[in-house]
């Protein structure tokens, strides 16, 4: 592993000025100190050193934060043409893009992601989410509604906007999954409130700072760090939020579902996945090799929708399986800084143990690292990329989520028994197909109960395109205008003539 600091790129001198100082909290336009006067350290998880202390809130900020965000929707937010709402977007992602490199270096410290991954990703997909979310503020538009209770009435439906909107957000993009969240929020006119995971908080407060700059109102964006239990919870419990978006665990999805029920506000979820990733017998078996390790290894597994189980034809099983553990011996794990990484750390310690866990839950079930298995070096959090294979589907390493890099194969003989095994999971986010027969890929598409298959590719991911999950990976789906529906009531007005 290299992490010699002569290997590191150098920090940007804005980098190095927004971790000198403690960070605060956006509300209501103002940079201001947790009430409670508590802050906590966020962690480079390459190293364990300190990379900042955040301004930490409680529910006395979220209080004030959702006032803030009510005042700014009640006030200057409403007051806003569709198109003052488009410029105002665009502006901000024109801001973010001309940042992409202290952003990415943010990203990488935080997260611990390579720095050239944040540049080609993380960024540009926040950028193009804003700037796509942008071109909506004018086009939600109602419907008029021919009446069967007679010729006498012009009935017509209004989109409004939700109102006030918490967003709880993880931590494995955390850029990213604060613009899926802000983007289609306030495109539809909601003002927010936003809780980054307290591992990650430093993108989205650097990103709080360019929304005065693009002449947001105080307000309409509140950004308060702080923990689940705490932050989180008194966000989701709050009762004048009108709505929460939340994506990260299923077990914390459902803590969400019971604390929005005080005053019924809207909730939509994306959560965990264990995503199928289904090599047909006629793939093309390079193709299948890459597409496969990129499927579990891209953001060291850290995704929700990790091709994390992968079913091989029986014939092409073996060959798969080599290839793949082969891949994954040769990723140059490092700190997300170095330009030759190709796999940082985990995020936390906590991540660490979780995955290591199930590293050793699986050998004791019986099955075999066919490449990695263990955690790799004494310091920092990283785990060597694994490849589980002689496992049984009742293994908790082949039930349950990891959320890191460990792949377990499995062998399999017809399309009927790869699309039960496939299904076979509480999850249904993603899954992946590799196939040359197009006729294979149209019905097993349509009999694999996930809210994103990908054939012949894997973890493409577009602003217009819904993504979310059916079973429990989550309610509704964020992108494409499917994620404006989620941020609007719909008002039918009827009208006797
Ligand atoms: P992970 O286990 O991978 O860290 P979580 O689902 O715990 O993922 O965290 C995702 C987000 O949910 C984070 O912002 C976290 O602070 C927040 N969170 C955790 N617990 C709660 C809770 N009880 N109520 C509200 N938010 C929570």
Redesign the pocket.
């Known amino acids: 592993m290299q992490t010699e600091s002569s290997t590191l790129v150098a920090r940007s001198p804005q980098v190095t000025e927004f971790l000198s100082k403690p960070r605060k909290l956006l509300i209501g336009g103002k940079w201001v100190e947790a009430k409670s006067g508590k802050t906590f350290k966020t962690l480079d998880p390459a190293t364990g050193e300190v990379l900042a202390h955040v301004c930490e809130a409680d529910a006395a900020d979220i209080d004030e934060a959702v006032k803030a965000a009510r005042a700014a929707f009640n006030g200057p937010w409403s007051k806003l043409t569709p198109s003052q709402r488009s410029r105002l977007l665009w502006k901000l992602a024109d801001l973010l893009e001309q940042h992409t490199e202290e952003f990415a270096q943010l990203e990488s410290l935080d997260n611990g992601k390579p720095l050239a991954v944040a540049r080609i990703a993380d960024v540009p997909l926040a950028v193009d989410n804003f700037r796509y979310m942008g071109g909506w503020c004018s086009k939600i538009e109602g419907n008029t509604i021919p009446l069967s209770a007679g010729n006498n009435f012009l009935a017509y439906t209004l989109r409004e906007p939700v109102g006030v909107v918490a967003q ?4 494995n993009f955390p850029l990213l999954m604060a613009v899926w969240k802000l983007g289609p929020a306030l495109a539809a006119g909601c003002t927010v409130v936003l ?4 591992q990650t908080p430093l993108t989205a407060l650097r990103l709080g700072e360019l929304f005065a700059e693009a002449g947001f109102p105080d307000g309409v964006v509140n950004i308060v760090p702080g ?3 705490t932050a ?2 008194a966000l ?1 419990a709050h009762p004048d939020v009108d709505k929460v978006a ?1 994506t ?2 299923t077990e ?1 999805g459902k ?2 579902v019971k ?1 929005a029920t005080g005053n019924l506000k809207k909730v939509t979820l994306e959560l965990g996945g264990k995503s199928p990733n289904i090599v047909m017998g006629d793939a093309d078996v390079e193709v299948a090799i890459a597409g496969a390790a990129h499927a579990i290894f891209f953001n060291h597994g850290q995704c929700c929708v990790a091709g994390s189980r992968l079913f091989v034809h029986e014939k092409l099983f073996d060959q798969v399986v080599e290839g793949v553990a082969a891949k994954a011996k040769k990723i140059r794990l490092g700190h997300g800084m170095d330009s030759g990484t190709q796999m940082g750390p985990l995020v936390s310690d906590e991540q660490l143990a979780r995955v290591t866990d199930f590293l050793n839950s699986g050998v004791s079930e019986g099955a075999r690292a066919a490449a990695g298995g263990a955690r790799h070096g004494a310091q920092g959090y990283f785990v060597q990329p694994t490849v589980l294979v002689d496992v049984q589907p009742h293994m908790k390493v082949v039930r349950e989520e990891i ?1 890191g890099p460990v792949v377990t194969a499995h062998p399999f003989k017809t399309l009927d028994d790869v699309h039960i095994a496939a299904n076979d999971t509480i999850y249904g986010l993603g899954a992946g197909i590799w196939t040359r027969d197009l006729s294979i890929a149209h019905r097993l598409a349509a009999k694999v109960k996930a809210g994103t298959v990908w054939v012949n590719c894997y973890n493409v991911f577009d602003a217009a395109m819904p993504f979310g999950g059916y079973k429990q990976s989550g309610w509704g789906r964020e992108m494409g205008h499917n994620a404006i529906d989620l941020y609007t009531e719909t008002k039918s007005v009827c009208i006797k003539l």
Do not use: N, R, T
Request: negative net charge; aromatic residues 18%; hydrophobic residues 60%.
């Open positions: 709880i957000i993880p931590w809780k980054p995971a307290e923990f689940g239990e989180g919870a989701a939340f990260g665990s914390v803590l969400i604390a959320f």
